[in-house]
């Protein structure tokens, strides 16, 4: 039985965030106001002397531009400028969208984005090519130490530790069912997801365009071989689309309740408005893998705003920056005292060994992995 789906529900706005309070700037250091969970603690605490005249400086120059997923844009700047005084310009869109511009400004030297908010596409040309600026040495607050994040460490995906530094890490590569349709019970093994009864009705992100859907059938492709790659998608007659939100749209409409490479963003988006048929699940013979998707931080030489460009660097990996990210895109902090109460399908279990995908190595390794894959299931 299908779920009521309504046109308000299919065209109404992402989901409601709390309204974030601006504060002016001071002279004196910001303070993270009583009650902010993550903040409780003067993020800055402990600051440096150095730390004093960057802050002025940052002011002076009076704001910062930082590129991201458009969802941001409601939250990330009122936040930033309630806890530092400095205006934040954010320019949300399609991130594939966002690191060509990104690129093409660092290698034309003519920036006017500060810091980028992403995937790892930047190893490709630009660390290479000595475009980025290294992000480690501008950390200089107590706060970002490593002993605050899992593991004891700070994590970057490129192999030299310095410029692309991983806010967030979650897990990713489970399934999506109406289960109003389809039984979570009977897919505990992935093979399961091969029975005749389920074909025709699993819909993907497409896995070979850029996106959720190419990053999880990489994991799939790792974990099991092209072959179950093929019989997944092409023996089970599966739908590709582009529109990370029509995904979940068809499984709680139920005409294809079964989804893969669906983003928690809107799984959560549609629980919120009431709709009770989508449940997780994630086979025990393979527990999903970890990545740290449009987390990570990215700065390309001669920015326009250093001094606010890093302030926003320290803020954004403290408690107060790390709280708006997770809170906003329902991905897991690495930060071990960010807990906003994200669904626990996200949160890596101890003791788990997860394939992890955001390394230097894996991503350089991609392209021969989705070329399988295109040539498997047939390019677009």
Not at 20 to 26: C, D, K, P, Q, S
Not at 139 to 146: A, R
Not at 285 to 314: C, E, M, R, W
């Amino acid at each position: 039985m299908n779920t009521r789906f309504t046109r308000r529900t299919v065209l109404s706005g992402l989901g409601s965030s709390a309204v974030l309070a601006a504060a002016t700037g001071a002279a004196s250091v910001a303070r993270a106001p009583m009650g902010h969970a993550a903040a409780s603690a003067d993020w800055q605490a402990g600051a440096p002397d150095e730390w004093g005249r960057i802050l002025a400086e940052a002011r002076k120059e009076g704001q910062v531009t930082v590129a991201g997923f458009p969802a941001l844009t409601r939250t990330m700047p009122a936040a930033f400028k309630r806890d530092t005084g400095i205006e934040l310009k954010f320019f949300g869109g399609r991130p594939s969208d966002l690191s060509s511009r990104f690129e093409a400004e660092a290698m034309a030297d003519k920036m006017t984005l500060d810091i980028m908010l992403g995937g790892g596409r930047e190893l490709v040309k630009m660390k290479p090519g000595g475009y980025l600026n290294p992000v480690r040495p501008q950390l200089i607050l107590p706060g970002v130490g490593p002993e605050n994040f899992r593991d004891g460490k700070l994590k970057f995906m490129d192999d030299d530790d310095q410029y692309l530094l991983q806010g967030a890490e979650w897990v990713f590569g489970w399934m999506l069912v109406n289960k109003d349709m389809i039984d979570p019970g009977k897919i505990k093994m992935w093979k399961d997801i091969l029975k005749p009864e389920f074909r025709g009705k699993m819909i993907s992100h497409d896995p070979r365009s850029p996106g959720p859907g190419q990053g999880a059938t990489n994991w799939l492709y790792n974990a099991f071989g092209i072959e179950f790659v093929k019989e997944f998608y092409l023996g089970q007659q599966a739908k590709f689309t582009t529109s990370n939100r029509g995904v979940v749209e068809e499984v709680v409409r139920g005409t294809r309740p079964i989804a893969f490479a669906s983003i928690q963003f809107f799984v959560e988006k549609f629980r919120r408005e009431g709709i009770k048929n989508l449940a997780v699940v994630l086979p025990e013979d393979a527990p999903g893998y970890v990545t740290g998707g449009f987390s990570v931080l990215k700065q390309a030489k001669n920015v326009p705003h250093p001094n606010a460009a890093q302030v926003f660097i320290n803020w954004y990996v403290s408690g107060p920056g790390q709280e708006v990210y997770e809170k906003t895109m329902l991905a897991t902090s690495r930060r071990k005292d960010v807990k906003t109460g994200i669904p626990s399908y996200l949160v890596p279990r101890p003791g788990v060994k997860y394939f992890e995908a955001y390394s230097e190595k894996r991503y350089l390794g991609r392209h021969v992995v989705v070329k399988a894959i295109t040539d498997a299931l047939g390019k677009r």
